[in-house]
């Protein structure tokens, strides 16, 4: 406790120094239509132009999401160079930045608004109970590589936050309806409603039920699971200005998904989740800068399989909840240097599954701070750093471990991280960026010891000895325009050094006297990358627009003696797909809007899990998807899509566990 | 069967490597071309130009909303500053709307900027020379915000804001010229311009 009162003492210290700042919310799309680009808080926690960010970032727009025809967010994020997506299934996939291809994905951080999606129990993202509907998205912003300094545990490789309409400042209202293959049906509704001057409110809502593709079905019917996938959200979003210096906002959100989804141990199981959340903030402007205070809580129950086919399929209720509370303050002093300091503190926990009785969690004290100073007009360092200190506990029932109490599991996890950046823009058609950052996965709760499964000749479960994963990155970027061609183009070159990678099952395994096989999640080594992107966007007379991308990578693992990937399913050299080329173009002409994109991903590997704790790697062959989407306008307001997903195959291998189908929509859509 | 494979592919993989090798270096000189290629000189007033003004008043605090109206100051004695004035005033139309506020605009005479009234900002039309003074005079006595395109303006604290609109959008304040005319404007604009 001492540590953080330090830090508060010492973020009073510079907010008296301040100079003070007027008070008004960020209106994203009144800035973004005076500086012609987005803007973003994602990169340093204050806002900036995206030109501006010192760190490698994409950023989706309303208008490419529409376009993309996606209709869930994995899809919409399968196109942006440097962005993997695993699909399992219909309503099941997995992100991942800058390859380390895996189940759950647990190195990329997802947020809401600035609320944590990201669910810590596995440590993943469940894309399809993130409860926002894709017309209500005014930008997702794709940080490439490390942000922990400025978001904390998880935003190891990158972060992905989605930004909705602000109640306050936008009007959106937009209903679709939708129906295809697979027995595909969704329905979709968004509005907005502004309450005089002094605010507004935002509802949302949806769902989608479909059969899934034809290879999973094969897959989970004999082990008797259901091969249907359904989902519903709701959202509702309350933003009011207080006086001229002071505004507050209350968000209310649930989400539940039924579907098949494949677990870290590279198998297939079937789960529920009935996920809610509260999110309040309260902004005011000081005389000592810009003070916010967040604070939210997302429950989360998942009920289902918590072990696959090899450890036997073992379902249970997880009940994981998370409170969190942060005080910021942005202010500049000076002219040239802008400021942002900040506390946080989060509790985490979670029932011990499927051996009930006891209670895993932790709780984590926060203090960050960050530096922007322009040097010169065109020269500009970043620099942030935060300490996470984190308690981890345990209680209730000893763990299954025997002669192990719960004592082990009081200890700290202190880490800190870091994110500088050298931006230099020497004209205004380039921008260079020299980076370098210190990111920290954090073990889910699962691996710190929520599993603890009991089976008459194996027991598996955490423990409180597993140290999170450190990601370093190093990075040169280069932006450049080709104004005669209205081309933008990026070049990425990083290089990454993974320390501690984790393995849900380690390969030193243990008998015990009793001739119990103990299967724990262990350290098992480390990793580097060596990767560039090379990526281009631009718009042609006539209405044309194009992109292309192509990132080739290279990783290279240094497992520890006796952790072989066929014993820990961890094998990221060979999961990661070597060379992944994208292209993309559309035309916008009177009432059509026509887009097609395709993707190419060098052959990879992935696993699938035996009985015998085992993992065979599977060989998935190089591929090339195209996706479509053809919308015509049929009135003011109503426009007609057809969309067309993998529409040169009728079925094809894209991960180790099954295939994906063709998938044809069509989508009527209001907007008034 | 093996080794006809292999002439295959080294039959056809040098050639595409001479293709792909033609393109890159045609795109790397295009790029490397344009680094070098100058920016482009603005010749008037555009309504881009209008929009910007317009929009950058929308941060100014209090916010305003609705019908607002600026002086377009000139020099009477100078043409070619009768010259810029006019073009804005054409750019800016009967109206340009931009967000929350709808743009109106008025020439006003430097000598009687003084007496303007009823007015959101001060735009500066071409170079003032010594009536810069005048202009730094008013937007004080007025308390609004003095616009221009000559950064040189902002730099010697007569104008609170320069802003350029090609290639790219860039804006610049002078914070203490802003205090000392009672102008403030939103964190959030604060920390996305250029301050002095």
């Not at chain 1, 040239?336 to 932790?362: H, K, L, S």
Request: proline content about 5%; glycine content about 10%.
């Amino acid at each position: 406790m001492a540590a953080p009162q330090r830090w508060l003492g010492l973020v009073a210290a510079c907010c008296l120094l301040a100079t003070p700042a007027a008070a008004q919310g960020i209106d994203y799309g009144a800035l973004e239509a005076l500086f012609g680009e987005s803007i973003t808080v994602s990169a340093t926690g204050s806002p900036q132009r995206a030109s501006d960010v010192p760190t490698d970032m994409e950023i989706v727009t309303a208008d490419q999401i529409r376009q993309s025809g996606a209709t869930n967010l994995p899809d919409v994020l399968a196109h942006v160079v440097g962005v993997d997506v695993l699909r399992w299934g219909v309503s099941s996939a997995d992100v991942s930045i800058r390859g380390y291809d895996a189940p759950d994905s647990p190195r990329l951080l997802v947020l809401l608004n600035g609320r944590e999606v990201y669910l810590d129990n596995y440590g993943r993202t469940q894309w399809d109970a993130i409860p926002v509907q894709l017309a209500e998205i005014r930008q997702i912003e794709i940080v490439k590589g490390p942000n922990t300094a400025l978001f904390g545990f998880n935003a190891a490789a990158g972060v992905i936050n989605i930004i909705t309409y602000d109640p306050l400042y936008d009007t959106v209202r937009a209903a679709s309806i939708g129906g295809g293959t697979q027995d595909f049906l969704l329905g979709s509704a968004v509005g907005t409603a502004k309450l005089g001057d002094w605010g507004g409110v935002r509802l949302s809502a949806g769902g989608f039920r479909s059969d899934e593709f034809a290879a999973v079905r094969q897959l989970v019917e004999p082990l008797g699971l259901q091969q249907r996938s359904q989902q519903g959200t709701a959202a509702a979003d309350l933003h009011v200005r207080i006086g001229a210096d002071q505004e507050a906002e209350l968000e209310v959100t649930h989400a539940s998904l039924n579907h098949v989804e494949v677990i870290p141990t590279w198998q297939p199981a079937v789960d529920d989740y009935d996920i809610n959340s509260v999110r309040g903030s309260y902004s005011a402007n000081t005389g000592v800068g810009l003070l916010q205070v967040t604070a939210y809580t997302n429950i989360v129950r998942q009920s289902g399989g918590v072990s696959g086919g090899a450890l036997g399929e073992q379902t249970a209720t997880i009940n994981n909840q998370k409170t969190f509370v942060q005080l910021q303050d942005v202010f500049k002093l000076g002219a040239v240097n802008t400021f942002r300091v900040a506390t946080e503190y989060q509790r985490n926990t979670m029932n011990t599954v499927p051996t009930a009785g006891a209670q895993i969690g932790y709780q984590v004290y926060s203090a960050s701070g960050m530096w922007q100073w322009q040097i010169l007009p065109e020269l500009a360092l970043t620099n942030a750093a935060r300490i996470d200190m984190l308690q981890l506990e345990r209680s209730g029932l000893p763990p299954l471990i025997p002669a192990l109490a719960n004592a082990p599991w009081h200890r700290h996890i202190d880490e800190p991280s870091f994110n500088t950046g050298l931006v230099y823009r020497p004209g205004d058609n380039d921008t260079l960026r020299l980076t370098a950052a210190r990111g920290v996965q954090l073990p889910s709760l699962v691996e710190l010891g929520g599993l603890q499964l009991a089976l008459p000749h194996l027991i598996a479960t955490g423990v409180p000895t597993v140290q999170p994963t450190v990601v370093y990155n190093y990075e040169f970027d280069w932006d450049h325009t080709i104004r005669p061609l209205n081309t933008t183009t990026r070049t990425a070159l990083f290089y990454q050094v993974s320390d501690g990678l984790q393995a849900v099952q380690s390969g030193k395994y243990l008998i015990l006297p009793t001739g119990i096989v103990l299967l724990t999640p262990a350290n098992i080594g480390d990793s580097q990358e060596i990767g560039l992107e090379l990526s281009a966007r631009g718009t042609l007379t006539g209405g044309w627009r194009w992109n292309a991308g192509y990132s080739p990578r290279l990783v290279r693992d240094q497992l520890l003696p006796g952790q072989p990937p066929v014993l820990t399913g961890v094998d990221f050299a060979r999961t990661t797909p070597h060379n992944v080329i994208d292209f993309g173009a559309g035309r916008t002409s009177g009432r059509w809007e026509i887009d097609a994109a395709a993707r190419f991903e060098s052959n990879f590997i992935g696993f699938n899990g035996l009985p015998n704790n085992t993992y065979v790697p599977v060989q998935v062959a190089a591929y090339l998807t195209l996706d479509a989407r053809a919308a015509y306008q049929l009135t003011h307001n109503l426009t007609l899509a057809l969309i067309g997903q993998g529409i040169t195959y009728s079925s094809q291998r894209q991960t180790s566990v099954g295939s994906v189908d063709r998938r044809v929509i069509g989508v009527l859509q209001a907007r008034f | 069967m093996h080794r006809t494979r292999h002439e295959t592919r080294r039959g056809g993989t040098l050639p595409q490597c001479r293709v792909w090798l033609r393109c890159g270096l045609a795109v790397a000189s295009l790029m490397l071309a344009s680094i070098a290629a100058p920016a482009p000189v603005r010749a008037q007033f555009t309504q881009r130009d209008g929009q910007i003004i317009a929009r950058t008043l929308s941060f100014v605090e209090p916010r305003p909303t609705g019908t607002i109206q600026v002086a377009i100051a000139y020099a009477p004695s100078h043409p070619a500053s009768l010259h810029d004035a006019e073009s804005l005033l054409g750019a800016i139309g009967d109206g340009l709307h931009a967000g929350s506020v709808t743009l109106t605009a008025r020439l006003v005479p430097v000598d009687q900027l003084a007496d303007a009234a009823g007015i959101a900002a001060i735009v500066v039309a071409g170079d003032l020379g010594a009536d810069l003074d005048k202009v730094a005079q008013a937007a004080q006595r007025l308390q609004v915000p003095s616009i221009s395109t000559e950064l040189a303006c902002v730099r010697s604290a007569r104008c609170i804001l320069a802003f350029s609109s090609e290639p790219t959008v860039e804006i610049v304040l002078n914070h203490a010229a802003a205090s000392n005319a009672g102008v403030h404007f939103a964190p959030a604009f604060r920390l996305l311009v250029r301050e002095l």
